[in-house]
């Protein structure tokens, strides 16, 4: 009688153990592999969105918003992949089902306001920046209020947006340089040059603010290079640049010599500098 209740004590005992050890079931599976798949899938976002290709990442954000239609992260990443790729049109449209479908959120509505400036319809744009709430303080917000504020010729009110988001970024050089480029179309060329030059104290390498400091400095009638850092080719285009510049204020001998200097110092040949040249002398 006692080996028949160790019997049964053993058979129950290796039941037990049968159930502790009994492997997950298809459900538990399916949920574990769906949850790594949503963390892959958020990686993969996370890189299309940086460093890869910007029509791919569109391609990659449609095909998989179809399998997953209305999930509000892939529309995003979506719409931020077309701004990539140059095309604020079709941005404008994916930006608008989001806002619009009660699960977009403030920076939703500025990534709006910005496809909107990029296909020119200002009006639109700064209707959809009138929404944001006033609590929303980010650099992107006030770098397109400063836009806007400029498009309209509100000078104090640009200045100050312009200010403000230079002071919400740790890389202000694009903000910078677009406030300079502001003051250079009102006239304000020496307050330019002093944006222009913060700019490259930000990023050495911004071609664009060296071009405009070069024009701010000519329409001064300052026909000597800035000390900034320039490659060899770059320093060529500046000299183009600026002899342009002097010949346009009336300084043609000036402006002759500025483009042969870019002539020669272009490591291959410059043709736009050869052809002004050539023209000038003629």
């Known amino acids: ?169 740790t890389k202000p050089a694009g903000v910078l340089n677009n406030w300079g480029y502001s003051k250079l179309n009102r006239g304000e060329y020496a307050g330019s040059e002093k944006l222009f030059i913060e700019a490259l104290k930000n990023d050495p390498t911004m071609f664009t603010a060296k071009n405009n400091l070069v024009l701010a400095r000519g329409a001064q009638r300052k026909y000597d290079l800035p000390v900034v850092e320039m490659t060899q080719a770059e320093r060529a285009e500046l000299l183009y640049t600026l002899g342009l510049a002097a010949v346009k204020h009336g300084d043609v001998a000036v402006g002759r010599n500025l483009l042969e200097e870019a002539v020669e110092t272009h490591p291959q040949h410059f043709e736009a500098a050869a052809r002004s040249l050539e023209a000038l002398r003629g």
């Open 1 to 169: 009688m006692r080996h028949s209740h160790i019997v049964v004590a053993c058979l129950l005992g290796t039941a037990a153990l049968s159930a502790c050890n009994r492997g997950p079931s298809d459900a538990e599976v399916q949920r574990a592999i769906k949850d790594v798949n949503v963390i892959d899938e958020s990686n993969l976002s996370d890189i299309m969105l940086t460093v890869g290709d910007p029509n791919e990442a569109v391609s990659y954000f449609t095909r998989t918003l179809q399998q997953n239609p209305g999930r509000p992260d892939l529309q995003r990443g979506l719409a931020k992949s077309l701004m990539r790729a140059g095309k604020s049109e079709d941005a404008t449209k994916v930006w608008v089902g989001l806002v619009n479908s009660g699960q977009g959120t403030n920076e939703d509505r500025v990534g709006y306001a910005e496809a909107l400036i990029r296909s020119n319809k200002w009006a639109e744009a700064e209707a959809e920046l009138l929404k944001v709430p006033p609590t929303h303080e980010t650099y992107d917000r006030y770098r397109l209020e400063a836009m806007v504020a400029d498009s309209k010729k509100q000078w104090k009110k640009a200045d100050s947006f312009y200010e403000i988001a230079a002071g919400l970024t």
